[in-house]
């Protein structure tokens, strides 16, 4: 069965600032992908980043990375130049190839100081 | 539009009635979802459906009962509501790729359940 774990319930940055969100993972399976999503106080679910299992090198989108460590099972989002809009919760999720079941962490809520 | 459509967005009810959430997708999309988030804003996976066929089906209550008319709609019908099915309920749709796993998931708005 396929596990996530994030162990920060949260977390405060100052803007401007770097943040890495915590994420590890559980899977006997040698292919999988490993999502993050925010979720604003407004209520919706938005997509940041993908990375999938045999990815060489990591994800990239804008502010957003993901350092991957497949030999650790860890997947932490990297925010860099925090902005005030970044205050959200963050959630990393993974997807089994074969039942298309997607597990989500119990998130990280950020707040960005000003 | 829309891609991910879900119907309504609150939903204020007694214990005891049934209510229906309705979901449609303008993607083309092969797979929907549904999601249960509690108070502490965990998500859960309730049901999944490919090409109208489900899939995934977690330990939920049989009060819970999906049904996917088109691979386009997914509905969720609950009966006999109780206080702990309040909730924020997720629709989500994804493709189905060779891959398997890097298709990343498309969500609703999301429907407040609140029961009393």
């Known amino acids: 069965a396929q596990k996530i774990t994030q162990t920060q319930p949260g977390m405060f940055v100052q803007e401007k600032e770097a943040v890495t969100l915590d994420c590890t993972y559980d899977?006997?399976?040698?292919?999988?992908?490993l999502f993050w999503y925010k979720q604003p106080s407004s209520g919706e679910m938005i997509f940041l980043i993908y990375?999938?299992?045999?990815?060489?090198q990591n994800a990239t989108e804008g502010r957003y990375s993901l350092n991957f460590q497949k030999a650790r099972k860890s997947a932490n989002l990297v925010i860099s130049a925090s902005q005030l809009g970044d205050s959200a919760m963050y959630f990393c999720?993974?997807?089994?190839?074969?039942?298309?079941?997607?597990?989500f962490g119990i998130g990280t809520k950020l707040q960005v100081i000003p | 539009d829309t891609a991910v459509s879900q119907t309504p967005k609150y939903l204020v009810t007694q214990m005891g009635n049934d209510k229906s959430i309705k979901c449609e997708q303008n993607?083309?999309?092969?797979?929907m979802y549904w999601y249960k988030q509690d108070s502490k804003k965990f998500l859960k996976i309730m049901f999944s459906?490919?090409?109208?066929?489900?899939?995934i089906n977690e330990t939920v209550p049989n009060r819970f009962s999906p049904k996917s008319p088109d691979k386009a709609h997914l509905n969720l019908h609950i009966n006999s509501l109780e206080l702990g099915d309040s909730a924020v309920y997720f629709c989500?749709?994804?493709?189905?790729?060779?891959?398997?796993?890097?298709?990343?998931?498309?969500f609703g708005s999301g429907t407040q359940l609140s029961v009393l």
């Open positions: 989500a749709s994804s493709q189905t790729s060779d891959r398997g796993f890097n298709e990343k998931l498309f």
């Open positions: 899977t006997s399976d040698p292919s999988y992908g």
């Open positions: 990375q999938g299992s045999y990815d060489q």
């Open positions: 999720a993974m997807r089994d190839p074969w039942s298309q079941k997607v597990t």
């Open positions: 993607l083309g999309h092969d797979t």
């Open positions: 459906y490919n090409n109208k066929e489900l899939i």
